[in-house]
């Protein structure tokens, strides 16, 4: 049950894009394709942004998207936009109903 | 739409035991396996444990194994956590969360409930 490995800190100017990686293992990243990323304002409960490695829940903006290859996911999102500016965190089921979450980023819009 | 309402937190003792609630509304309750997470103040988010639709199967993450019961009541559509033996290293806001329908993911949270441990 070892946490993801993400990126402390991420930072980008408006209108750029960003990426933020999320590492794991085979038991985890690598052997589900059961990763989710999630947005978290100060204060606020988390926010599903990314679903099933690349899919978008229905009224997150398609600036957001995600990808996965081997043990390594990645979330990215373009035209930054000053609302942006949140913890990102990643996910991934890690079998018999666990899952594992990553140490999360914080994405600054400069 | 769907709610998750946790309360139950609180400032408590080491050593010393609370229950958490979570009631759910918005969806049908007895469908979902369900979640508790928690995060540690300025810290990231931690699974604690999950609970299937039914409450025949539990499991835990290793941090919380043997102190922590998860349980539900379907009749209610109430999830509950009971912690015991509390340490410092408890301390943080616990979310109910629940399993997405057609994916093994977490799609929706509740707004938490603080649990302080200190003396």
């Known amino acids: 049950q070892s946490a993801l490995t993400q990126p402390a800190s991420v930072s980008g100017s408006p209108g750029q894009s960003i990426t933020i990686s999320c590492t794991g293992t085979?038991?985890?990243?690598?052997?589900?394709?059961?990763v989710s990323w999630y947005q978290q304002h100060p204060g606020k409960a988390p926010k599903l942004m990314i679903y099933d490695v690349s899919k978008r829940p229905s009224g997150v903006s398609n600036r957001f998207s995600g990808s996965k290859s081997g043990n390594t996911a990645s979330l990215t999102v373009s035209g930054l936009q000053a609302e942006d500016e949140a913890d990102y965190y990643c996910c991934s089921y890690a079998g018999s109903s666990t899952f594992v979450f990553g140490g999360g980023t914080k994405l600054t819009v400069l | 739409q769907v709610q998750l309402v946790e309360s139950g937190g609180g400032v408590v003792q080491p050593g010393r035991s609370l229950r958490l609630s979570c009631v759910a509304s918005g969806f049908t309750f007895s469908n979902y396996a369900m979640y508790w997470v928690r995060q540690a103040p300025g810290k990231g988010l931690e699974w604690v444990a999950v609970i299937s639709y039914d409450g025949s199967n539990k499991y835990y993450a290793d941090s919380v194994k043997g102190r922590f019961t998860i349980a539900r009541d379907n009749s209610k559509n109430t999830l509950y956590l009971q912690v015991n033996s509390l340490r410092a290293e408890d301390t943080a806001v616990y979310y109910c969360?629940?399993?997405?329908?057609?994916?093994?993911?977490?799609?929706?949270w509740g707004q938490g409930t603080l649990v302080t441990v200190s003396s």
């Open positions: 085979s038991s985890d990243v690598g052997g589900y394709d059961y």
């Open positions: 969360a629940k399993r997405a329908e057609t994916s093994a993911v977490i799609d929706y």
